[in-house]
């Protein structure tokens, strides 16, 4: 159905986008522009060390994600 929509000029009906936005765990706001994208994942400083990270050697990137998962789980075993 996507597909019919972007090969032709079509009037979606109010409760087709609310079903689309829906089906894209998004908003109808975000759909048409009104409003920005929910940034998804980390913010500030881990989203900065994570982005540099994805550009790593995918070796090193397993590394990284296998010591930062072991200090997750770690930590969720102690109580704070």
Do not use: N, Y
């Amino acid at each position: 159905m996507i597909a019919h929509w972007e090969r032709r000029s079509v009037t979606l009906k109010p409760e087709q986008l609310v079903a689309l936005a829906s089906a894209l765990t998004t908003t109808t706001d975000e759909l048409l522009g009104l409003q920005p994208p929910r940034v998804v994942g980390p913010t500030g400083k881990v989203r900065q060390v994570f982005e540099q990270v994805s550009r790593l050697p995918r070796k090193q990137q397993a590394k990284v994600v296998e010591f930062v998962e072991a200090f997750v789980e770690k930590k969720a075993l102690v109580p704070s």
